[in-house]
């Protein structure tokens, strides 16, 4: 069964950067077609941050394009979301999601970000 596990969550001031980091437990990072970040801010829905496809292609939401760049190494099994300049609106829970060839997902628990004033 896969899980995937997130990590570098934690407390940052405003202005400063910290990295995510997200790994599939039980599977090849190279199976998913597409690994995401989602963010989740208190009170608000989820929403996608940043995409990178198999193939090294990106998205970004307009609130993070320019911050945030997302990544993936497939040596290390690992996909990463550098987060630089940022915000106390930053602040809430990043999840990863990737995404099978036959369409269907498998979501992390969620890490928590939280940027000071």
């Known amino acids: 069964q896969v899980q995937l596990v997130e990590s570098g969550g934690g407390l940052v001031q405003a202005g400063g950067s910290l990295t995510l980091s997200c790994t599939p437990s039980?599977?090849?990072?190279?199976?998913?077609?597409?690994m995401d970040w989602y963010f989740q801010a208190p009170g608000k829905q989820r929403e996608l941050v940043a995409t990178?496809?198999?193939?090294?292609?990106?998205t970004y939401a307009d609130s993070v394009k320019g911050r945030f760049t997302v990544s993936r190494d497939n040596a290390k099994n690992m996909m990463y979301l550098q987060m630089n300049s940022l915000k106390p609106e930053d602040t809430g829970v990043y999840s990863c999601?990737?995404?099978?060839?036959?369409?269907?997902?498998?979501w992390g628990q969620g890490t928590q970000v939280t940027v000071s004033s």
């Open positions: 999601r990737a995404t099978t060839p036959y369409r269907t997902f498998y």
């Open positions: 990178v496809s198999s193939g090294g292609s990106t």
């Open positions: 039980g599977r090849s990072l190279q199976y998913f077609s597409v």
